[in-house]
Every structure is written in structure tokens, then in C-alpha cells.
């Protein structure tokens, strides 16, 4: 990789979001402006749970996405499913995986690539019975513009053994890094790292000393490579693979590092989260590190388990948490961003205004594969705050809906709102309505304030 709602009727697609915490409630910085966010529609493969995984966006007419799926097998039971999904400008499709040896099925983590013609996917191998979990082999699977290959890569330990790639980065055609573990605690090798190169020819293991739970993998160029996982943070410089440790969490948490993304020698950030006794549960807290040539530092965010992380540039950097949807880092602080509600896995960037986040549905069973697009093409988002904790927000236009504001900031979000003017109406107990005209066009966070006279 490089670098609470409801729906409402009358208001086909339309999100409103409640800030009940207060992270998001308290949130002082202003993010109208920034691209808004929606669905588009992801296909379905299989008749049980879909999940994507990774996505790499090549141009604004070439991206994949990347994930796994459950289907009903010929003789009963389950069986795995691999989800490999194209957009080719207009729609996301579903394209044939190639087979596999042995008949086993691909179930995929991530995805990079140098351009259309140049893309990696990569993740396990496994056995087509959903009930087989040991065996797992590496896959990494190559499109080069006409169709997919798998390309053989190493695997350690022993048959019963679990190998999984996690990550991917591609520098170019002959330069591509993968990251992942073996998990051998079935015959008692415990865990370690996988770190895998391919140079044009093929893939191989290099050695390194870089820790157990390596997770993701990013790069700025052949000599500015990251990979993170678990405590660790690892840096190769064109010629060995080094740690640098990464900033100690909180005494009594453990660090739990997950994504990377790199702009160059003096820019990275790594994300993940902070795990901790709560009581009689395990409690998770979101950790956001920036790393400026020198050191790892914790910057703060409002973000709980951030799972995903792309930087467009300094001042525009994206990640996934798993409670608070999207953040957004503009060059002097992070901030929650409103998007359709989903358990989102991987973020990436075509460009500033072409930023795809995917996983899955959330609150149903089973889970559907979920592809979010900004900036938005024919909806917006409206944020914006009122002077009255207890005061409802209604609109009438292309579409209708109603919220009420249930927290003491009185802040509001509405995601998705179909383009066109509106009348919203503010109203609450012993004030006086407000009513305003709201234009909303599509592709941008809007702002609207009400102060109502009580």
C-alpha cells in the first residue's frame, strides 16, 4: 500500500450521522471543503459474507479492489470465494481469478501497482473448504494490463503452517515488496515475519531484522521503504533493512501498528492502535505516528483502532479508523470526516479528488462488500452546528429527512444529500423556527450554522 446513523424516509441513499461522542462533538476544526463521500456500488460474489480488503487507484479510470468472500459449496457447506474487482471509469466489476494449484483459492489483503499495466495483489492461498485453516500458503497474483497470473512465492515453516501476505508496495516492475507472518504455533515455531522481494524475475525471502507482525509495507522510491506491524517499524535505504523504533505508548498499552504510507526520507505516517486492560475487557485506543527523518512521534487523533492510511500530500493525508469512519490530517491536526456508515479496511488516492475506501457493510448479516468514492459525484455532505442541544434539523428538497440534535455541542451531520436547494428548518422547545435555503452541490463538505433566538 503506498503510502451512529439511520436512514430516513423520503431520503433514498441519505446517511445522517449523530455525534454522540465526544471527540466528534468537541471537533473545533472546520472541514468544509473537503471532498465528500459516498457509496458506489460494489458487485457481490458468492451468497454469505464479502469483504474487501485493499484497493489501489491507478488513474480515474483504473483501479482495483481486493478482498474475499463465502459461497455456498456444490456439497454443502462453505467454501471461499476471491474477490478481485476492477473500475474502469464508470463501474466496478468482478473479474476471474486465475487458478490456483491444487485447486486452492486466493483470499486477498492488498494491492499496489506502478500504473494500469503493472498491478500486484497478494494475500493466502488456501483450501476451498471454509472449515480448513491450516496449510495456508502465500499468493501473489500480477496483472499486466490483459489478464491475471499467479506468480509462485517463497513460504516458510512447516505443511500444517499458516503463511499470509498482508501487504504489498510496488516501486516498479522490478522492484515490489511484500509483507506478512507465519504463524506456526500448530507445530510449535511460534510467529515470525514474512519479507518478500520481487526484482522482474521472481519473488524470494530476504532476511531482515525487523520483528515479528509485519502487517503493511509502503514506499516513496527503491531507497525509502517502510514496513510496520505489531511494535515494530522497519526502514530499508536501497541496501539493508534496519528497525527504528517507534514511539512507546502510554505505560500498561501495548502497540498494535498497522498501516504505512510514505512522501519521501522526512515524511511517513504509521497508524494502528494501543491495546490495554479495561476492567474485565480489552479496550483499544487509535494511534497515529509521523515520522520526520529523524524519529517516531505520536500525534493525536480522534480515531479508535485506525486500521488504513494514504497521504496525498503533506497537508492531505487519509485514514481509516474503526469507529470514526475517516480522518483527515491537513498539515497542522487530524479531524474526523462524515462518510456512509461501513467497516472500512484500506484507503488510497488517484488524486486529490479521487479517493476510493473499501470492506463492508456493517450492522447486517451477512456483510456486503462496500466501495466508497469522493469526491462524491451527485451528493454532498452538510455539517454544521446549532446553539441548542435539544433542537431538530429538518430539510425538504430533492429529498426529505429530520435528525435531532442529542449532544451538547448541538453539532449535526448529514452524508449523502442529493444535489439541490433545500429548506431547512431548525426547531427546538421555546425558540423560534429557523428556516434557510440551502444550495448543495455535489462533491464537497458543506457548512451550515443555525443560532436560534430562545
Request: hydrophobic share 40%; aromatic share 8%; glycine share 14%.
Amino acid at each position: 500500500m503506498r503510502r451512529l446513523t439511520r436512514r430516513l424516509a423520503g431520503g433514498a441513499g441519505v446517511v445522517v450521522l449523530l455525534s454522540v461522542g465526544a471527540p466528534a462533538g468537541a471537533q473545533t476544526r472546520d472541514i468544509a471543503g473537503l471532498p465528500s463521500w459516498e457509496v458506489v456500488a460494489a458487485p457481490a460474489v458468492g451468497e454469505f459474507t464479502n469483504r474487501l480488503a485493499g484497493v489501489y487507484a491507478a488513474s480515474p479510470d483504473a483501479a482495483w479492489a481486493v478482498g474475499s468472500a463465502l459461497g455456498r459449496a456444490a456439497g454443502g457447506g462453505q467454501e471461499h470465494r476471491t474477490l478481485l474487482q476492477r473500475w474502469d471509469g464508470r463501474s466496478w466489476s468482478q473479474v476471474t481469478p486465475p487458478a490456483l494449484p491444487g485447486g486452492r483459492v486466493a483470499q486477498l489483503g492488498a494491492v499496489d501497482g506502478t500504473g494500469p499495466d503493472d498491478v500486484w495483489a497478494v494475500g493466502v492461498a488456501t483450501a476451498p473448504n471454509a472449515n480448513t485453516v491450516t496449510g495456508q500458503r502465500t499468493v501473489a497474483l500480477h496483472w499486466n494490463g490483459r489478464d491475471w497470473t499467479a506468480v509462485p512465492s517463497p513460504n516458510r515453516g512447516f505443511p500444517d503452517d499458516n503463511n499470509r501476505l498482508l501487504g504489498v508496495a510496488a516501486v516498479a516492475s522490478d522492484d515490489v515488496w511484500a509483507v506478512g507472518e507465519l504463524d506456526g504455533s500448530l507445530s510449535g515455531g511460534g510467529r515470525a515475519s514474512i519479507l518478500l522481494h520481487f526484482d522482474g524475475t521472481g519473488w524470494r525471502a530476504v532476511d531482515h531484522p525487523c520483528g515479528a507482525g509485519l502487517r503493511a509495507v509502503s514506499a516513496s522510491s527503491a531507497d525509502d521503504v517502510w514496513a510496520v506491524g505489531a511494535n515494530t517499524a522497519c526502514h530499508f535505504d536501497g541496501s539493508s533493512w534496519r528497525p527504528a523504533r517507534p514511539a512507546a505508548p502510554v505505560a500498561g498499552r501495548r502497540l498494535d501498528l498497522a498501516g504505512v504510507a510514505v512522501l519521501g526520507p522526512t515524511e511517513a505516517w504509521a497508524v494502528g492502535r494501543t491495546v490495554y486492560g479495561c476492567g474485565e475487557r480489552v479496550c483499544t485506543f487509535g494511534e497515529v505516528q509521523r515520522w520526520n527523518g529523524a524519529g517516531w512521534t505520536t500525534f493525536a487523533t480522534p480515531g479508535v483502532d485506525v486500521r488504513g492510511v494514504h497521504a496525498v500530500a503533506p497537508d492531505d493525508v487519509w485514514a481509516i479508523s474503526l469507529n470514526d469512519g475517516l480522518l483527515h490530517f491537513d498539515g497542522t491536526g487530524w479531524a474526523r470526516v462524515p462518510a456512509p456508515r461501513g467497516v472500512l479496511e484500506d484507503i488510497t488516492a488517484g488524486g486529490p479528488d479521487d479517493l476510493w475506501a473499501v470492506g463492508a457493510t456493517s450492522g447486517g448479516s451477512p456483510s456486503v462488500a462496500q466501495i466508497q468514492h469522493a469526491a462524491s459525484a451527485g451528493t454532498a455532505t452538510v455539517v454544521g452546528g446549532t446553539n441548542h442541544a435539544g433542537a431538530v434539523i429538518s430539510w425538504t428538497g430533492p429529498s426529505s429527512g429530520s435528525v435531532p440534535v442529542r449532544n451538547s455541542f448541538g453539532h449535526y451531520e448529514i452524508v449523502a444529500l442529493p444535489v439541490g436547494t433545500y429548506d431547512f428548518i431548525v426547531t427546538a422547545a421555546g425558540c423560534a423556527p429557523q428556516v434557510r435555503a440551502v444550495t448543495v452541490t455535489a462533491g464537497r463538505i458543506i457548512r451550515q450554522d443555525f443560532t436560534l433566538s430562545c
